[in-house]
């Protein structure tokens, strides 16, 4: 049990759709990360937001944005979405403060696009 | 962030020790070494975190040599329920703005065998 729920565990689109996953983590930590993991491949960064401001960016569109809201739960959206946009998308809170904290991850949420 | 270098695969047999050797020979000197470990459709685990020499948690092992340019996991007496993908990261996980952000390579896929 790690504390990091993500909604929904699957989910199907088609392409040019837009998509919203959420995340909220039980510890209330106010640091978020987005990561998207495609099938045989380690999870790549997308952005991180604390205190609801994007504060680091991976190397992915502006297509990808989200949001952190004030009980520190979040949103990743996609618009215009691609077939490669099919992946694990998952959220991440470190498990505590300070530097090298180690990050609380959810199970993700699949999304395939068709 | 300093790359990391580890074996795309490996194979054991239940209740064998197994070794999985990480190579990161541009590591800096604040940062920490960290294993996770992800089984299919969940989100990756902590299983261990160090800086040098050893690290023992009820779980794991992790020898850190003197140059830190390598790092090895151990698991002792693995089961079926270790078959997993397994990562090691290198580096200080907070950036010059803030960001927990984590590099992944491919992992190393550890296969159990009865």
């Known amino acids: 049990e790690t504390g990091v729920t993500q909604s929904p565990t699957h989910l199907i689109k088609t392409r040019g759709q837009q998509v919203t996953l959420r995340c909220s983590s039980q510890s209330g930590h106010n640091t978020v990360s987005w990561y998207q993991q495609a099938l045989g491949q380690g999870p790549q960064f997308i952005f991180q937001?604390?205190?609801?401001?994007?504060?680091g960016r991976g190397n992915f569109p502006p297509r990808f944005s989200g949001l952190q809201f004030p009980n520190y739960s979040s949103e990743l959206n996609v618009n215009a979405l691609e077939l490669d946009d099919s992946a694990l998308y998952l959220c991440?809170?470190?498990?505590?403060?300070?530097?090298?904290?180690?990050?609380?991850f959810g199970d993700g949420t699949r999304l395939s696009i068709l | 962030l300093a790359k990391t270098t580890q074996p795309i695969s490996m194979d054991s047999y239940e209740g064998q020790e197994v070794n999985i050797t990480c190579s990161h020979n541009?590591?800096?000197?604040?940062?920490?070494i960290t294993w996770y470990q992800q089984f299919p459709s969940q989100g990756p685990r902590f299983i261990i975190q160090g800086y040098k020499t050893k690290v023992t948690n009820e779980v794991a092992s992790l020898f850190i040599p003197a140059d830190r340019k390598s790092s090895t996991l151990s698991l002792p007496r693995v089961s079926l329920s270790d078959t997993a993908v397994y990562y090691c990261?290198?580096?200080?996980?907070?950036?010059?703005?803030?960001?927990?952000?984590?590099?992944f390579g491919k992992g190393t896929k550890l296969s159990v065998i009865p």
């Open positions: 991440a809170s470190p498990k505590g403060y300070g530097s090298n904290q180690p990050q609380h």
């Open positions: 990261l290198v580096g200080p996980s907070v950036s010059g703005a803030g960001s927990y952000q984590l590099t």
């Open positions: 541009n590591i800096a000197t604040n940062d920490y």
């Open positions: 937001y604390y205190r609801e401001e994007e504060n």
